[in-house]
């Protein structure tokens, strides 16, 4: 019996096989990070301005900024960025998000708000050396204005369920192969409420004639999930995707996966669907200055990240260093 060995396809079967082991292995990471910081799981989401406080520009003080967004998306979260992007006035500083999702409706209106300031995202955390590991953000880093020093990683991020749909939003889209995108199904919750008027009227020539009309009592009477979206949800949601640039495709994703469970979109896949615009990191995104026209975040990213892998590998300062023969 003779056997063959082709170059080319145990090479695309290794990159698939690390590919797998990786996410799986951040997949577990991540929720367990997320439970013991509770920074992403059950918490509202908290958006803060970030002062950069890398080792790479600390010194000169030329660190960026950027717009930290970690936590759950609520009803109120649109308020909450909407208030502090007034607050920095005309300045496009990128958004580093990871959130286990929530409310669908929230997260479109801060995909139009972001989009309609130009602003670029990336799947990532924010931590502050004030703080610690467990914590990466925490009350002993905050300034009086609510800001903190940090900076950012995209290891064991999430952008999870509705988070995709804020990150739409973005004109810039980017998330490490160490970072995680997933969607899953919508669910609807409708509540049943029973209402009790009092009406006056009076009948003139035979017909009633409402004088006036009150709610006197109000009963909740129970609700239920739906996962089912009909033909005008579903309509919405692909005119929304559709305008903020991203394939209709991951509609059917979403509809295709049980709200228990999560379908991660692979790196290369998410690049297919336009839901990421090219393959770069949180702490690149946040290091590019002065790009070209069309280019690549990772190349005008000034002075990239002195912890960055080597040209074999993916640049981003979250790659453990791999060692082969």
């Known amino acids: 019996m003779t056997f063959r060995i082709f170059p080319q396809r145990a090479a695309r079967c290794c990159q698939r096989t690390l590919w797998f082991l990786t996410t799986v292995l951040l997949l577990l990471l991540s929720f367990t990070s997320a ?172 017909r009633r004639k409402i004088l006036s009309k009150r709610e006197v009592g109000r009963k909740f009477v129970g609700k239920h999930d739906t996962t089912k979206l009909d033909k005008q949800q579903k309509a919405r949601l692909v005119a929304f995707l559709k305008e903020m640039g991203i394939d209709k495709s991951l509609v059917d994703l979403m509809l295709g996966t049980q709200p228990t469970s999560i379908h991660l979109i692979a790196q290369m896949d998410a690049l297919k669907l336009n839901l990421t615009t090219e393959l770069a990191a949180a702490d690149q995104l946040v290091a590019a200055r002065n790009c070209k026209d069309k280019q690549p975040i990772a190349e005008c990213a000034a002075p990239p990240p002195a912890s960055a892998e080597p040209a074999s590998v993916a640049p981003t300062s979250d790659a453990p260093a791999i060692v082969g023969e």
């Not at 130009?118 to 990466?136: F, H, K, N, Q, W």
């Open 35 to 206: 439970d013991a910081s509770g920074s992403d799981v059950g918490q509202p989401m908290e958006f803060l301005l970030v002062h950069g406080d890398m080792a790479w520009c600390r010194a000169g003080n030329s660190c960026p900024d950027w717009i930290s967004a970690e936590g759950q998306i609520m009803a109120d979260s649109p308020k909450k960025l909407q208030k502090l992007l007034k607050r920095l006035g005309d300045r496009k500083l990128p958004i580093i998000v990871s959130s286990p999702g929530g409310d669908v409706r929230a997260a479109i209106e801060m995909a139009y708000t972001i989009r309609k300031r130009e602003l670029p995202i990336a799947v990532g955390r924010t931590r502050s050396r004030d703080c610690p590991y467990a914590e990466p953000i925490c009350s002993a880093a905050r300034a009086k204005d609510g800001s903190i020093k940090g900076e950012t990683y995209s290891f064991g991020a999430i952008c999870f369920s509705a988070c995709p749909l804020f990150f739409a939003g973005g004109v810039e889209r980017v998330s490490s192969p160490f970072a995680l995108l997933g969607v899953h199904q919508i669910t609807t919750t409708y509540s049943e409420v029973r209402v009790q008027y009092r009406t006056e009227y009076e009948t003139v020539n035979g």
